[in-house]
């Protein structure tokens, strides 16, 4: 046994009890002073669809887009700098959205925009930040073709074919059917109808009867009943509003229904009343049983709201952490270049695991989607299918 | 083609007929005692259904009490509106082109707001018999379904009876058609026309609680349901309350029946189409000069 002087016993033990006196103080005080922020904010912007017909997406990515801010300022901001969140509503309509845009971009001098909720939004957004590379996020899955050419517009929700693959996947290998039948309304339900009569022939599948609906149609049960005429093997449903559910389930056809990831709210799933038991959804985020990486963001947002978050929460939370990530690393000083090359990487985020460098801009695989199924009011994970 | 799909279309046909029907009753009704245009006849649906659903869900009243609150609450709205917009207007001799354009700002006030007060959402009502549904040879019916047909119809009859047979239905009357001879035989015009709305505003207030379990309602609704009602009134020749349903289930059966046996893309363009040439060919509607002047 080494021998030590009674001087340096003595100053080894002050110094232990020192150091834990530090730690306990730090430890103690730490929520309120490690993690603050200082200096100059560093600015993003968001264009939602928080009023207008997109209003049942925009708003939840807006609830998730403050949590995201909140979150990242408690943990110490963009490298120690304060996140700044400017967020505009676009009423759902593409010529506002270019409005709120211009005065995000030349007044507010955003480093960076989100947006926005839907497609047409999103494209004419993208017309203003390409010709600067202005760094954009957007919520809505990649469109026409001018999309892909805007390499600093990235996107977090899947493309419409991948939506189409996810729903005759579930159909071909978990159901085993051959007879699609398909109601579908006359705005985004045209572009999914578009997807998945392009594909069905890939997965052996037969869309037997496609109907359509206007938008805000009250009452499409003469197109259910000639679904149910066809003799179908499976139901989808692509809409906005709970009435085409509602006739769909009252003609008893008695097969599986497959919604769409945008009527997968529990505000939707509440306006079908009894007819969303059983109703299949290929989505993302399972808030009653979700996935490892996403456990943390539901109990962080069931804390903060009193409720469970959907896809497009997930959706919000993600594009400003994102943001903040990237802006982070590629420093206060840098230009819109420099910011895009850090933002095509890959990603995994809490919605989806992500590649923006990818061609599409969003490099989103089948292996993210999950698929729940709605038992009394709540959403119940599915088996993923076999192959 | 089977036969089920035939009686599917049938019923759907009936079913979104006499709920355009009944918007289009309210329209004529006034049209009738008034000889004013009421593109509010949409939100006084959408606001009746909405009093309902906050009766039932505030104040937990029996749904019959509630409902008939909620008609009582769209005839107070009716001649409030009169007295408050209609009535000064006329006092000062607007023509009927100022009158259309206040109520189409009404329409879009009243619309807004419904959406300060009941918000973005959707609500439904409950359904008479709930979910429950018949099968009528081999096509598959919300008994609630059967219900509003049922009470269109009795509407429809109570109303022919009203202004045939009692003397307040005949007066109303008789105010729209010449309201100087009127006040000659001393009805009071001003009263009458304000009771024609309040009567315009319970209907459309029963619209609403009868198509409010089948269809969500919400604050966006109130011009799409006028459009259809006013296609309906005027098909039926704007002053028949009649010639309104007739209208009205003409409309929604070409539209069903265009769905099911030719193409549900081109719903709206069928029943457009047929509306345009019933006015082409019948000028005066569907029951003609007499019902116009409204006999």
Redesign the interface.
């Known amino acids: 046994m080494r021998r030590i002087s009674c001087g340096a016993r003595r100053r080894r033990v002050l110094l232990l009890i020192a150091g834990m006196a530090l730690s306990t103080a730090g430890a103690a005080s730490a929520p309120a002073r490690a993690q603050a922020t200082s200096g100059e904010p560093v600015t993003i912007g968001a264009i939602l669809s928080v009023?207008g017909p997109v209003?049942g997406v925009g708003q939840p990515e807006r609830d998730g887009a403050l949590l995201a801010e909140k979150i990242v300022n408690a943990s110490g901001g963009v490298g120690g700098r304060p996140l700044k969140l400017v967020i505009e509503d676009d009423a759902s309509n593409p010529d506002t959205a270019i409005s709120k845009a211009t005065g995000l971009i030349r007044s507010t001098k955003v480093r960076a925009l989100i947006g926005s909720s839907n497609l047409p939004s999103t494209v004419a957004i993208g017309g203003l930040t390409d010709p600067i590379r202005l760094p954009q996020v957007a919520l809505s899955g990649i469109g026409p073709a001018v999309e892909a050419k805007r390499t600093c517009v990235v996107h977090l929700l899947a493309p419409q074919e991948l939506n189409a693959r996810a729903a005759l996947t579930y159909v071909r290998d978990a159901l085993k059917a051959k007879r699609v039948g398909l109601l579908h309304d006359?705005g985004y339900g045209q572009a999914v109808a578009n997807s998945l009569k392009a594909v069905a022939p890939e997965y052996g599948v037969e869309l037997a009867q496609v109907?359509?609906?206007?938008i805000?149609a009250?009452?499409v049960?003469?197109?259910a009943?000639?679904v149910k005429?066809a003799g179908v093997d499976v139901v989808v449903i692509v809409a906005s509003?709970?009435?085409p559910f509602r006739n769909v389930?009252?003609?008893?056809i008695g097969v599986p229904v497959i919604g769409s990831i945008a009527s997968s709210s529990y505000?939707y799933v509440r306006?079908m009343?009894?007819a969303a038991e059983g109703v299949i959804f290929p989505e993302f985020l399972i808030a009653e049983d979700p996935l490892p990486h996403q456990v943390k963001f539901v109990a962080t947002f069931k804390e903060a709201y009193g409720r469970l978050p959907k896809n497009y929460e997930a959706a919000g939370w993600d594009a400003v952490n994102l943001l903040a990530k990237v802006l982070a690393e590629a420093g206060p000083e840098a230009d819109n270049a420099a910011v895009c090359a850090a933002l095509r990487k890959p990603l995994r985020g809490v919605l989806a695991t992500y590649d923006f460098s990818a061609p599409d801009m969003t490099g989103l695989g089948l292996s993210s989607f999950s698929y729940s199924q709605v038992k009394n009011g709540s959403f119940v994970r599915l088996p993923l299918p076999a192959r | 083609m089977?036969a089920?799909?035939f009686v599917?279309?049938l019923?759907?046909g009936l079913?979104?007929g006499f709920?355009y029907a009944l918007v289009g009753l309210g329209i004529a009704v006034i049209f009738k005692g008034s000889r004013t245009v009421n593109v509010v006849q949409g939100e006084f649906v959408v606001i009746g259904a909405l009093v309902v659903v906050g009766l039932l869900d505030a104040a937990g009243l029996p749904y019959p009490v509630a409902a008939l609150a909620g008609i009582v609450g769209g005839l107070l709205l009716g001649g409030f509106t009169e007295v408050a917009f209609i009535r000064p207007l006329i006092r000062r001799r607007a023509g009927e082109d100022a009158l259309l354009l206040v109520s189409i700002g009404l329409a879009v006030a009243m619309s807004a707001a419904v959406l300060y007060v009941a918000g973005?959402?959707?609500y439904?009502l409950p359904a008479v018999g709930g979910?429950a549904?018949v099968n009528l040879a081999g096509?598959?019916v919300?008994v609630h379904a059967l219900f509003l047909i049922a009470s269109g119809a009795a509407l429809v009859l109570g109303l022919a009876w009203f202004f045939r047979h009692t003397m307040l239905g005949l007066s109303m009357m008789a105010a729209a058609m010449e309201p100087d001879g009127a006040t000659v035989t001393g009805i009071d015009t001003e009263r009458m026309r304000t009771l024609t709305f309040a009567l315009g505003g319970a209907l459309g207030a029963a619209a609403g609680i009868l198509?409010a379990p089948?269809?969500?309602v919400n604050y966006?609704?109130g011009l799409?349901l006028t459009l259809k009602g006013f296609a309906a009134a005027v098909l039926g020749g704007l002053a028949n309350p009649l010639g309104a349903v007739a209208g009205g289930i003409l409309i929604a059966m070409v539209?069903?029946f265009g769905?099911?046996f030719i193409a549900?893309?081109y719903?709206?363009v069928f029943a457009m189409s047929v509306l345009i040439l019933v006015m082409v060919l019948l000028p005066n509607g569907l029951l003609g000069r007499r019902a116009r002047a409204g006999g």
């Not at chain 1, 109907?211 to 206007?214: A, R, S, T, V």
């Not at chain 1, 389930?249 to 008893?252: A, E, F, I, N, P």
């Open positions: 009023t209003a006359s109907e359509k609906f206007e805000g009250t009452d049960s003469a197109q009943a000639k005429n509003s709970a009435t389930h009252d003609l008893r505000d306006a009343g009894e | 089977t089920a799909l599917q279309a019923f759907a079913t979104n709920v973005r959402g959707s439904l979910n549904v096509a598959t919300r198509v089948l269809t969500e966006q609704m799409a539209e069903a769905i099911v549900s893309g719903k709206n």
